[in-house]
């Protein structure tokens, strides 16, 4: 561990021996134990590259040119350095940017996010799930250099360094970014996972450029060959927006039509600058609070002016936190009781309709999510919360403690209460698990299930999410028997696409054709920058009407990735793979 398995191999490994010498024929027949025995029972989940992208909005400008210009002049020299920044300073944000920036200079990046945002249920904790995927990225740009047995065994610091080595030669340098250092400990009661990442690249950083982004934090939460590296004292601070950033945004909303001006269009220019300079004066350039005011400004009125910034309610310190905490002290309970059901589960609401049947006065609902609508955002694929550090919040209330078991029966009992189809299948069992009974869970998932769930075009990810989490409870319980069904299963689910269907683009586009629930195509839609070049291009052909914004959507993004590679290859980079034709 945890080069080649996790905890849970370990332990399964352990039981298999302790089988082996009470049972005939086991592992294998003659009770030969085999290779491919061992690697079963340890094998690791992650067969291709986690995506990296974070959505980077139209118009985005760095927060300070000066402060880009250092970190683009850091990143060609190798280093460890540590990007700080308080909740909803756009510190992921950024460090997308950079390293869109940095490959379109024709350097490579290697990238890993703890945490995107995203409705995936995939591991993104795991260090055996970080490091395979920074070794896919690696591979992706230099084949001749990374094979899969390297992947496979796990040489991470070797083919780091080969590349490393080529690149030098090249006088160009490898650069590593890893997001979202704190949410490991949110979301972990120990930092482990996290010490066994950093312990592999960090010894690298003479060979390497290593950027990591963080909210402040104790370091305690931080493991001790990070805080040697690189002491807090030499931690750089991300800057708030400054005058140009933040116009630069605004004008993006305005070309989207989001807010209209009160003035003729002679005097957009003027307006905007004066709206520019007191969301600066009033937020001063905090970016989550500047984009939560002027969301709650356009929620009362669509005409925005200077005069209106009076209106912003104050955020303290410089601390998002303190935001919500002077929001929360002045909500209605209806208002504070939306945000907790919201907060409660892993899943996005499909829309205010379905969260308002968990309340039986529908005038009070309405009424009580207006003032929070600021606070979230409606998808395609349902409602999020806009931002992550709302859900730390509200997690953190006691409110949220004393109401979870609360929230969670009412959860169940709109699943019980015709729920759409995805939430039955994808949230019923999970829910119920979670409420003590377990046994729909390990009842649920059968072959002709995981056969269903497959052929109806559902995400690989979430179905292995249900059998993990199935394994979980059976471990838990000592149903050992059952774990060896569902790993069986789980095998199946994950090898299948790449060992068992001759053409997968083929056999999702039929699964997703027939499925009549729209949802699984919302979700994708939701997802672009995570989807495989083969996903975008079917998806247009898989809606019922051949709908002009979808298609509009899949060729930006993949006009995107084109033009990445292109930059890429111009700027002198290894040729950056792509299933998109220039043409």
Sequence with gaps: MPDHTNEEGFHRLQRAIRQSATRRNFPSPGGTWKLIDVEEILRANLVQKLSQDFAIPDHYLPPSKSFHAD??????????????????????????????????GGATVLRHHYW???????????????????????????????????????????????????????GKNLVVIVDGLDHVHRDRPDISQLTHLLNRLIPLKEDVCLFFGTQPIDESYLPNS????????????????????????????????????????????????????????KTKGYPLHLIYSVRDLLAKDRHLSAYRMEDILPCPNGDIREYYQNLWNGLSTGSKDILLLIACVQFPWPDKGNLSKCYTDSLGFQKAFGAVNHLTEQRQSGIYPFHGSLTVFLHATEEFKDMFDILMVRVKNWLDDGAPDYWQWGWKWLIEASLGNPTVLLDGVTKDWTLHSVSSGYSIDHIDHIIAVSEDYALKKGLYSELVRLRGVRIRVLNGPEQQIQDQALFQKCALSLQKD???????????????DEEIKILPAVSRTLDYDICKMCFSEALRRLELAVKFEDRGGPEFSTSFPPG
């Design 71 to 104: 970190l683009i002049s850091k990143s060609s020299a190798p280093g460890c350095h540590v990007i700080a920044g308080q909740p909803g300073m756009g510190k992921s944000t950024y460090l997308s940017y950079l390293s869109e920036e940095l490959i379109g």
């Design 116 to 170: 995107l945002g995203s409705s995936s249920v995939i591991d993104r904790i795991r260090s055996e799930h970080a490091i395979k995927s920074m070794m896919f990225q690696l591979q992706e740009a230099f084949p001749e250099h990374v094979q899969m047995s390297h992947i496979e065994e796990m040489k991470f610091d070797e083919c780091v360094r080969a590349v490393s080595k080529i690149l030098k030669k090249k």
């Design 226 to 281: 990070l805080t040697i590296a690189a002491p807090k004292k030499l931690w750089i601070d991300l800057p708030p927006m400054d005058l140009a950033s933040t116009r630069s945004w605004l004008v993006g909303l305005h070309d989207a039509s989001s807010f209209l001006l009160n003035g003729s269009k002679n005097h957009v220019d003027r307006e905007l600058n004066e709206i520019s300079e007191a969301l600066v004066a």
């Design 518 to 532: 729209e949802y699984p195509k919302l979700l994708k839609l939701d997802n672009l920058r995570f989807l495989s």
